[in-house]
């Protein structure tokens, strides 16, 4: 092994990498249930779970096994030929979602745009809207990926600009308002995108029961709701899907991040046969999609989410976490928001910004990350027990009960 220091490894990658992204410096080099370990074997809990994709932790046995198995069959076919995975992972992932067909990509920008290209042909099919004429209403500060098409509906200067000419056909209105959507539609809408919970504008949950109440107007409107679950997917929010806390199905489910386990990228768009059916063959595709290596990888999350009943644990564990934090009566704290093991912990403006909280709890062995600037977020792996949270709740303490 290459044995190498931190600063060494810093000159390196910042000598031969992209400058996309700002990461702590910080080099991991083990991962292992919620533990990461750095080239100079400290130790950190991962509070932030990859953005959750990692829900089952870091390696977990069962998803590497399958990982392994697979790995020495074949791992891929494309979809020229059928493979032995595929249908079983999409049986699977159906079933546990309630919808009746799946398409599979790899990265959550995918899943996205998948969703949106059915939505599109199913408008000038299904409801007669000239061609190129269809309208997508989306929310304001939304995080859906980074492709040309969805950071033109981005309302993030920094995620667009430079970036254009952008996709047309899209319209923004406030995340969370009713209102604004039924005045947001007209006869050539075909589809509302939304996520049940902004997770990168900063854990901002809406009011209870809208959901429902966005569904209702979607079918009122005949126009598609998509929901994007990428990041609430999978047990994070305390359910196995958000929708499901008010039994809301969506006409269009985005699910990426955790469906692979944290150790392959999966993505997927699942919806009702009608609505699938619109892709015939040759409309769309991905080399990569459906390949038995992330399918094997994507049975056995799905079983360790099942088996290890997490959307329980993340529903319970997440009540006991929200009640502490506001037990410390930090005087930081703006407010605390959340549901299941997908938290925010909002820092008042003045003390300028979640980032130098996130440092602290680093060099205290906690991982995490600002997001929008005054929000840190919490969610730990949903495999965390309680007693591994009453830990970090006293790590959290020393940083937010203490002059910064
Ligand atoms: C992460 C994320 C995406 C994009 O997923 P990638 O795999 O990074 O392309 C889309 N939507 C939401 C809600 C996300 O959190």
Same mark, same amino acid.
């Given at each position: 092994?290459?044995?190498?220091?931190?600063?060494?490894?810093?000159?390196?990658?910042?000598?031969?990498?992209?400058?996309?992204?700002?990461?702590?410096?910080?080099?991991?080099?083990?991962?292992?249930?919620?533990?990461?370990?750095?080239?100079?074997?400290?130790?950190?809990?991962?509070?932030?779970?990859?953005?959750?994709?990692?829900?089952?932790?870091?390696?977990?046995?069962?998803?590497?096994?399958?990982?392994?198995?697979?790995?020495?069959?074949?791992?891929?076919?494309?979809?020229?030929?059928?493979?032995?995975?595929?249908?079983?992972?999409?049986?699977?992932?159906?079933?546990?979602?309630?919808?009746?067909?799946?398409?599979?990509?790899?990265?959550?920008?995918?899943?996205?745009?998948?969703?949106?290209?059915?939505?599109?042909?199913?408008?000038?099919?299904?409801?007669?809207?000239?061609?190129?004429?269809?309208?997508?209403?989306?929310?304001?500060?939304?995080?859906?990926?980074?492709?040309?098409?969805?950071?033109?509906?981005?309302?993030?200067?920094?995620?667009?600009?430079?970036?254009?000419?952008?996709?047309?056909?899209?319209?923004?209105?406030?995340?969370?308002?009713?209102?604004?959507?039924?005045?947001?539609?007209?006869?050539?809408?075909?589809?509302?995108?939304?996520?049940?919970?902004?997770?990168?504008?900063?854990?901002?949950?809406?009011?209870?029961?809208?959901?429902?109440?966005?569904?209702?107007?979607?079918?009122?409107?005949?126009?598609?709701?998509?929901?994007?679950?990428?990041?609430? $997917?999978?047990?994070?929010? /305390?359910?196995?899907?958000?929708?499901?806390?008010?039994? +809301? #199905?969506? =006409? &269009? %489910? @985005?699910?990426?991040?955790?469906?692979?386990?944290?150790?392959?990228?999966?993505?997927?768009?699942?919806?009702?046969?009608?609505?699938?059916?619109?892709?015939?063959?040759?409309?769309? $595709?991905?080399?990569?999609? /459906?390949?038995?290596?992330?399918?094997?990888?994507?049975? +056995? #999350?799905? =079983? &360790? %989410? @099942?088996?290890?009943?997490?959307?329980?644990?993340?529903?319970?564990?997440?009540?006991?976490?929200?009640?502490?934090?506001?037990?410390?009566?930090?005087?930081?704290?703006?407010?605390?928001?959340?549901?299941?093991?997908?938290?925010?912990?909002?820092?008042?403006?003045?003390?300028?910004?979640?980032?130098?909280?996130?440092?602290?709890?680093?060099?205290?062995?906690?991982?995490?990350?600002?997001?929008?600037?005054?929000?840190?977020?919490?969610?730990?792996?949903?495999?965390?027990?309680?007693?591994?949270?009453?830990?970090?709740?006293?790590?959290?303490?020393?940083?937010?009960?203490?002059?910064?």
């Amino acid at each position: 092994m290459n044995i190498k220091t931190t600063v060494n490894y810093l000159e390196e990658v910042n000598k031969y990498s992209a400058k996309n992204y700002n990461p702590l410096p910080l080099i991991l080099e083990k991962g292992h249930g919620i533990f990461v370990y750095d080239i100079e074997n400290n130790k950190y809990i991962d509070m932030l779970s990859s953005y959750s994709a990692l829900n089952y932790g870091h390696r977990h046995p069962k998803i590497i096994n399958a990982l392994i198995e697979q790995a020495s069959n074949i791992t891929l076919t494309s979809r020229a030929f059928h493979n032995t995975e595929m249908g079983p992972f999409l049986k699977k992932l159906c079933e546990i979602s309630g919808f009746d067909q799946g398409l599979l990509m790899n990265s959550g920008a995918e899943a996205v745009e998948t969703g949106l290209k059915a939505a599109r042909k199913w408008g000038y099919i299904n409801k007669g809207i000239e061609e190129n004429a269809g309208e997508i209403i989306v929310c304001s500060n939304n995080f859906h990926g980074r492709t040309i098409s969805i950071v033109s509906f981005s309302t993030e200067e920094q995620y667009k600009k430079g970036f254009g000419p952008y996709t047309p056909g899209f319209k923004s209105i406030p995340f969370g308002d009713t209102d604004a959507l039924k005045k947001a539609i007209t006869p050539n809408t075909v589809a509302f995108l939304m996520e049940p919970i902004q997770g990168e504008a900063g854990v901002i949950v809406p009011k209870e029961g809208i959901l429902k109440e966005i569904k209702e107007i979607c079918k009122t409107n005949n126009i598609l709701f998509i929901l994007d679950e990428i990041q609430t $997917g999978f047990g994070r929010t /305390g359910k196995n899907f958000a929708f499901q806390h008010e039994d +809301a #199905s969506p =006409d &269009v %489910l @985005l699910v990426g991040k955790a469906l692979g386990g944290g150790v392959y990228p999966v993505s997927a768009m699942l919806s009702n046969k009608e609505i699938m059916d619109v892709f015939k063959p040759g409309d769309h $595709g991905s080399t990569f999609g /459906g390949n038995p290596l992330g399918a094997a990888v994507g049975i +056995a #999350s799905l =079983d &360790v %989410l @099942l088996e290890e009943d997490l959307a329980r644990k993340s529903l319970e564990l997440g009540k006991y976490f929200i009640d502490e934090l506001g037990k410390l009566n930090s005087p930081y704290v703006k407010e605390i928001r959340g549901k299941g093991l997908l938290i925010g912990v909002e820092i008042k403006e003045e003390y300028g910004g979640a980032r130098k909280f996130c440092e602290k709890l680093m060099t205290l062995g906690l991982l995490c990350k600002e997001t929008h600037e005054h929000t840190i977020r919490f969610a730990p792996p949903l495999i965390i027990s309680k007693e591994e949270i009453d830990h970090c709740l006293s790590i959290i303490k020393e940083v937010l009960c203490n002059p910064i």
